[in-house]
Structures are given as C-alpha cells and as structure tokens.
C-alpha cells in the first residue's frame, strides 16, 4: 500500500514524501502585502513537507480578504515573496503559492474598495478587518464584461507567483471566496452566462484555471475545492453533479493536482475522485472541525486513492511534522489564539521535537 513517506512526481517535481502542508492564513505580511523575515523563516522551518502550499494570497487589491494578508500584484510583493521561496528552495524544499480572490467575503476598511462578487448577496457573518470584525458588507455584482478583468488578476498573480520563484500556484476555489461564490447557487443568482445552470456556474472557475494554465502551464497549476461547503454562507445545489462536471471540464488542463477538502459525504468524495483522472491532495477533515488531519485520516485516504494528504494544523505546532509522522513520535498541541495574532510567537516559536535524557 501507499504510504506517506513514498516519492511522488508532481508536475515538474520531485517530492520527497507524501505529506504536503495545507495553505493556511497567518495574516503577518507587512504593509502593502509584503512578505516578510519571518515568513521566510516560517516557510523554511517546514521545508521536509513533500510540498507546501503558502497561505493565500490575494491577486488584487480588491481580492483582499483579510488584514495583513500578502499580495501577489505589485513588483514589490514579488521582491518580497522571492525570499520566502529562496529560503524554502536552500532549505530542499517546494512551494506552491495560493491565490486566493475573496470575492464578497471582504471589507472596504480592509481594501478601500467596496467588495466584489457574483451577485449583490452578502457573505454571512462578520468579517476581518483593522477595525475589528464586521457584517460582511453587500457586495457590488460584477458586470458581464468585468468578469475577465478577475480571471485575469488570477493567471496574472501566477505569473508573479513563478517570477517570484514559487513552483507553482493553487487556485483557491475553495472555502466560500470568489471562485467559490460562482459556483454556489445561493451567492450566485445571475442570469448572464455566468449563473444559472451548472454548466454557468463552473465557468468562472473554468476560465480562472484556462487563463492560470495559459500563463504559467497546466503541470504549475493546481486548485482546491470545498464540494458541498458552506463557509461564508455558500450553498451548492447538486454537489455531485456541479463537482463531477467542473473535473470533466477541468480534466483537459493537464493540471498539477485537485485538492479536495473533506466537506461532503465520502461516498461524494470518493464519486469525485474516480472521476479525477490526475493528482489528488486529500485534506481528510471538516476545516475548522474539532478533529485535526492525522496519521490514520491520512492513511484512510491513501487508501481510498489519493496521492498526497494534506495536514494544516499539525504542520503550524510541528515544523518537523514528516519526521514525527515517520518516528512516530507525539505531536505537539497547536494554540489557536496564535493563528492570527501577528508577531512570532505561536509562528516561529514551535521547535523540532527535541529528545530528553
Ligand atoms: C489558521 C488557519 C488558516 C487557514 N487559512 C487557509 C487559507 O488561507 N486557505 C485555505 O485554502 N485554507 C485555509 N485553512 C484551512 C486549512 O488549509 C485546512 O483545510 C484545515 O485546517 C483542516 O485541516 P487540518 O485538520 O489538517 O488542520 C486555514 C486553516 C487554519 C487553521
């Protein structure tokens, strides 16, 4: 059977192991969407991960989502990003950038900007902001004819991803943000091409993924979905039938990899993942549920056919997280009031397991 700790071709890319850290928000970029020092050394403490995918970024400055998040849309957050991928790369190790948009799921203290989204419905409950949290405000819907403008602030963020020496990108399609509020049937009410019948509202996402793969190659391009989510208040009508329709139309790409969030029914998951011709990372848990990816989670999903897991949580408490994991040795806690703290306790403070007499 396949285990963690085998090689996989991934694209261009040879990984070490199986384990890939999850894209997580840490909300510590300095002004202006810059990544920092910290984050270098941050990224560069995880570098045994097969993979790492970094938090995501936004391609806009409209696409922003939450405070002290970096950005990939000016040349100085590429300058900036070129450090954290420098001290990933001298460390051994890969790194994928996520992109993330979030649509309606923002905040004009954040952006100066009124949000974005499909339609004018806004996200449910607060959101981020220097302020403090918010009623996600009502979004602005986008015209037809400025919906390629966001399609291709993605494709043009990867490009800075790769100039910024990042391997690759993930498409954040995920988690209730703008890929995901097209293809939900409740933040998508449009009746353009856009909305309406499945086949419209996988086509935002569609074009995001031709553009992306346009700029930087399918083998450089991944993305990750939440099927049947509800973050931000999304709902999805016909989970099986819009998911199973967006990989057929994606399976042209030639993509890196799908990265699936456990958020329907396995019997839907596994549907989806005979349906994937390609690479699939498995995030094997609710995100944000009380249970965090584990060894047997992540062998449970080896099993049932993905290449990769992918581990959040576990990898911010446990830099050494793939050796842990191959020792068997216990993992530490994580402390959630750090997740979003800013600063580098709780980001740089959790040690490789250190051995005691
Ligand atoms: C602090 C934190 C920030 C997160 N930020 C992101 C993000 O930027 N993009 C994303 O796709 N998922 C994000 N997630 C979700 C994780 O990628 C992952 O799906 C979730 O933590 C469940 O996996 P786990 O049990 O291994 O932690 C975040 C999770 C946490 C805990």
Redesign the pocket.
Known sequence: MTSLFDRYRLGGLDLPNRVVM?????VRAAAGGLATASMATYYAQRATAGLI?S??AQPSLVGQSNPG?PGLHTDEQVAAWRTVTDAVHVNGGRIFA?I?HGGRVSHPDTTGFQPVGPSAVPATGDVFTPNGPKPAPVPRALDTAEVPDHVRSYADAARRAVDAGFDGV?L?G??GYLISQFLSSNANLRTDSYGGPITNRIRFAVEVVAATVDAVGGARTGI?L?PGGTFWGVEETDVPELYAALLAELARFDLAYV?L?ATADEEVLIGLRRAWPGTLIM???????P????RTTADHWLGLGAELI???????ANPDLVERLRTGLPLAP?D?DT??QGGDAGYLTYSAYQHTA
């Open positions: 999850a894209p997580m928000s840490r995918i938090e995501g998040t996520q993330m993930e954040h995920a988690n990750r939440s990265h969030e995030n094997p848990v609710m995100p944000l549920g249970k965090q990816t584990d992918s581990f959040g949580r576990s990898f911010i994580v959630p997740y979003y």
